[in-house]
Every structure is written in structure tokens, then in C-alpha cells.
């Protein structure tokens, strides 16, 4: 039996097409190995969000491309946000990426993962199931594929793909297209068949997941699935214009949401985010997380910020400084910024922050993260969590709490996929240590 190996980078949303990419591939009579030396192909679910992270998928195709020398017959493959055209490399208008990157087979875009078969050369027989008679609902929509969950009492589950809001530094509304939501009645089969299996719990995904339409209302009904066994809810990423009072209440009110919240804001600075085409002002921010901690008043709050934007000058990378004091998000994910190409802001706008200012103010600013974290964590020490208990290593657990902190603790590997009480001792800056 042939072998498939799947890398994937990026957000939970690229998680979450792996498992369905994985069906996919296990339908043409592909299985999995958990080694790329054993695979006869090779696929990266790709993240564009930053220079980094496409220059990590370039040196994996480096090292996959020596594997080819001891296995002639291997197929390397990329899918996700890098993928603008699904195309091989003999097609005369193939994506740019085949041209620049000669070991590249073939790229296939997300929405397109049922074409894989055809992509890769594979005819259909018994063997390969059929491909073939792979119903049309999948092959006009992917959310049809049913995904190979990765684990029984977690899941992702998809509520809409692509991106309307067109963010200046963004690719993915250019790689995955405009905003598309799936039907409500299939995302609540979906989560109403996940509960009643055993998962404990679900995030929703989206690029913006709260532009669903009556978010709160799909959430209500999702609570309802806590009759099954289903105890956490959660969603990434919410847009903060959308973040409206109705989503705020059903946070504060329902059995199964949770007191944690990331809501991105980019940059302290109004100029800035209206360079970036952010919808919103700082005021309007600062007005929604008010509003949040009226409602949940130890809500956990987490943020996306981008340093060096082009134009971000000393006072205006200041006004983010300012705001993190202010706000004092228990995380954020800190990124400098490069220029995507395709994009308004690589099309447009300079990129005139030197690399060596960018790298002070994103050291500036997570040196703040962390006095901050630690601070809002020491606040645990001596409370008792509930932890989803996610692994086992070495007489150790690992899960998150409510709040999404990761805690740590002893105990016994059967404590995997349950939600255990545990008493907070230590904090660290991106951890909390207890004892059962
Ligand atoms: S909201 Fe902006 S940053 Fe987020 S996916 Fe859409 S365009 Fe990109």
C-alpha cells in the first residue's frame, strides 16, 4: 500500500482541511506514515501569513527533494494559502510556485483537494475506491469530505472559508477566496454526531468566524449538544467589529462557552490601522473588551499584533506599546512584518521599518508579554482549574484550563481526554503548574 506523508503549518483552520485532505487521500488507498522517508508522497499544508513561514516550507522541500534520490517515484506536493492555481508542473499556466520551485510536483488549492486523484495521475479502480464516484456535493464543496478527526475528544470544526475584509498585509482572501460559510444545518450535524461520540470539545473555525451570520444563535444551538457529553466550545479568530453584544451574552451566559476570547488588533495605533484596512479603531476595541469584562469579568483575552508595518513609525509602534499596558492581554502573538506578494500592502505601501527596528520593537513588546502573562498567571496559584487533559509524557499531564492556559501536572496516562480538577501551585509565563 502506498504511504502519504502530511505536514502541516499555519492555523488551526490548515489543521483542520488536513483532516479532510486525509480522507482523501486514505479513499484513494493511500495510509498515512508519520515519516517522510517512508512516503511515496509528500504534502505541505502551507501558511503564507509570514516570510518565516513560507522560508520553514521552502527547507522542507529541500530536505524531501534528497528523499527523492533513494525513492525516484516520490510526488511532492503543496496545498493551502502559498496555492493561488492548482496546476503540475507540465501545465503551460501553472502556479508561479512550480515555476520558482523546480522539486514542487504539483499544488492544489484547499477547495479543490477532491481533484487530488486526477492531480496525482491515479486511475480509478476497485483498489482506489472509486474516486470516481466520489459524490458531486464533494466535489462542488470540500466541507462534504467527511475529516479524519486527529483526536476523539477534540475537534475543529470548519464554519466558513475565505476572507471579505481584505486586510493590506493578508493573502489568504487572494488564496482562499471570498467569504463562504457552510449551511448551519451541516455544522450542527456535524457537531451534534461529534458529541455524541465522545468529543469533549469543539472549536469553530474561520477566518473570521463571528462574520457567521446570528453567530450567537449557531452557538446557542451547539450549547445544546451539552446534553451529550459536549462541555467546551471555542472559535478562532473573531473580527472585532463583529464581536457584538449578542456573542458577548451567549459567551457570558452558555454552559459550554469558555471565559477566553483572541481577538486580534493588529496595531495600538489608528493611522496604522487604517493603513492596514482594519475596520475599526483602537477606541472601538477598547470599547469591546470592555464590554467583555463587564460580562466575564476574568474572560482571558488574547491578541494578534503586528510590529513594523510599512510606515509604523517610533510614536505610532509607542501607541501599541501604551495599549498593551492598558489592555494587558493575558497573550499575544507577535509578529514583525514582511511584505506578502499579491498583496494591497506589498503592491502599495513601503516597506520602510529597518529589520533591525522591527526586531526592537518585537523584543520590546514580548519582553512586555511576559511580565504581563506572568503577572495574569500568578493570579491561578492556589484556584482550582477544570483541564481538558490533551497528552501524557513521562509521569506528566498536559491540557488546557477554561481560561486556555496550558497547566501542567502528575498523573497517570488514563487522565488523556478527560476534563480533571487541579489545584494551581506554580505560575510560569506561559505555563501553570498543580497538583490533583
Ligand atoms: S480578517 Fe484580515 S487578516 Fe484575517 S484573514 Fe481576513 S484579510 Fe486576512
Not at 73 to 100: A, F, H, P, Y
Not at 157 to 176: E, N
Not at 198 to 223: H, M, R, W
Amino acid at each position: 500500500m502506498k504511504k502519504f506523508y502530511l505536514r502541516t503549518f499555519g492555523c488551526q483552520m490548515n489543521y483542520s482541511d488536513s483532516e479532510r485532505l486525509k480522507t482523501v487521500l486514505e479513499r484513494i488507498g493511500y495510509k498515512e506514515t508519520l515519516s517522510p522517508n517512508k512516503a511515496d508522497l509528500i504534502i505541505m499544508n502551507s501558511c503564507s501569513v509570514r516570510q518565516h513561514a513560507e522560508d520553514r516550507i521552502f527547507g522542507f522541500i529541500n530536505e524531501y527533494e534528497k528523499i527523492r534520490k533513494k525513492n525516484p517515484q516520490l510526488k511532492i506536493g503543496l496545498t493551502g494559502c502559498m496555492v493561488r492555481k492548482t496546476s503540475i508542473q507540465k501545465d503551460k499556466e501553472k502556479d508561479n510556485l512550480l515555476s520558482r520551485i523546480k522539486h514542487l510536483d504539483f499544488v492544489i488549492r484547499t477547495e479543490e483537494m477532491i481533484k487530488l486523484p486526477q492531480i496525482i495521475g491515479i486511475k480509478s479502480s476497485k483498489k482506489t475506491n472509486n474516486f470516481n464516484t466520489l459524490e458531486s456535493r464533494e466535489l462542488k464543496n470540500y466541507f462534504h469530505i467527511n475529516p479524519k478527526y486527529e483526536s476523539k475528544f477534540q475537534a475543529f470544526v470548519p464554519i466558513s472559508t475565505g476572507c471579505d475584509k481584505f486586510c493590506a498585509y493578508c493573502i489568504v482572501p487572494y488564496a482562499r477566496g471570498r467569504e463562504k460559510f457552510r449551511s448551519k444545518k451541516e455544522i450542527l450535524e456535524e457537531t451534534r454526531s461529534l458529541a455524541k461520540n465522545g468529543c469533549k470539545e469543539i472549536t469553530l473555525v474561520g477566518q473570521t468566524v463571528n462574520s457567521y451570520p446570528k453567530f450567537a444563535n449557531l452557538l446557542k444551538e451547539i450549547d445544546k449538544f451539552h446534553k451529550f457529553g459536549l462541555e467546551r466550545v471555542r472559535f478562532v479568530s473573531p473580527y472585532p467589529p463583529d464581536t457584538d453584544d449578542d456573542l458577548i451574552d451567549a459567551m457570558a451566559n452558555l454552559k459550554t462557552l469558555m471565559p477566553y476570547i483572541h481577538l486580534p488588533i493588529q496595531s495600538g495605533s489608528n493611522e496604522i490601522l487604517r493603513r492596514m484596512n482594519r475596520k475599526y479603531t483602537v477606541e472601538q476595541y477598547e470599547k469591546i473588551i470592555e464590554k467583555i469584562r463587564a460580562k466575564i469579568p476574568d474572560c482571558a483575552i488574547s491578541t494578534d499584533i503586528i510590529v513594523g508595518f510599512c510606515g509604523e513609525t517610533r510614536e505610532q509602534f509607542m501607541e501599541t506599546y501604551n495599549l498593551f499596558k492598558k489592555i494587558k492581554w493575558d497573550m499575544a502573538y507577535i509578529a514583525k512584518y514582511s511584505p506578502r506578494p499579491g498583496t494591497v500592502a506589498a503592491k502599495m505601501l513601503k516597506d520602510d521599518v529597518p529589520a533591525k527596528e522591527k526586531s526592537r520593537r518585537f523584543h520590546m513588546l514580548n519582553k512586555l508579554l511576559q511580565k504581563i502573562s506572568l503577572e495574569k498567571n500568578k493570579k491561578f496559584i492556589g484556584r482550582t482549574v477544570r483541564v481538558l487533559v490533551e497528552n501524557y509524557n513521562k509521569g506528566i499531564n498536559t491540557g488546557r484550563s477554561e481560561h486556555f492556559k496550558i497547566v501542567k501536572f502528575k498523573s497517570s496516562k488514563s487522565s488523556v481526554g478527560k476534563i480533571i480538577p487541579v489545584k494551581i501551585t506554580k505560575a510560569m509565563e506561559w505555563l501553570l503548574w498543580g497538583q490533583i
